[in-house]
């Protein structure tokens, strides 16, 4: 079992920076992937960013490639996403997720685990 709550939400500029973060609980967290997710108003969940158990894999979204980065602290429990040149686009409530799979997952059905959400705004 792994709850994860979501931090560092919050109203940015358009073209500045943020980053989010996900504390994690749970002795097996090292053995998951993870992954963030973003809805936007009027829109479905969609994929932002996942990494693998270990790190050495991530994926992006076309969207946010070259903008975001995902990274993982496993002795901590935390997963981070830092996001550069924000777009009003970027608006959302971001979610972290967990899955058994281990592996950076796109797909929401294949995360087993969520957090509440934080929200993001990025003003024009």
């Known amino acids: 079992q792994v709850q994860l709550a979501e931090s560092g939400g919050g109203l940015v500029q358009a073209g500045g920076s943020l980053r989010v973060s996900c504390a994690a609980s749970?002795?097996?967290?090292?053995?998951?992937?993870l992954g963030w997710f973003r809805q936007g108003p009027g829109k479905e969940r969609e994929f932002v960013a996942g990494?693998?158990?270990?790190?050495?894999?991530?994926s992006y979204a076309e969207s946010v490639k070259g903008r975001f980065t995902i990274s993982r602290d496993n002795a901590q429990k935390t997963v981070t996403l830092q996001m550069s040149s924000l777009k009003p686009e970027d608006t959302a409530v971001y979610y972290c997720?967990?899955?058994?799979?281990?592996?950076?997952?796109?797909?929401?059905?294949?995360?087993?685990?969520w957090g509440q959400g934080t929200q993001v705004t990025v003003s024009s």
């Open positions: 990494i693998s158990w270990s790190g050495g894999t991530t």
């Open positions: 749970g002795r097996t967290f090292s053995s998951y992937g």
């Open positions: 997720a967990a899955s058994k799979t281990a592996w950076a997952r796109s797909r929401a059905l294949e995360y087993d685990y």
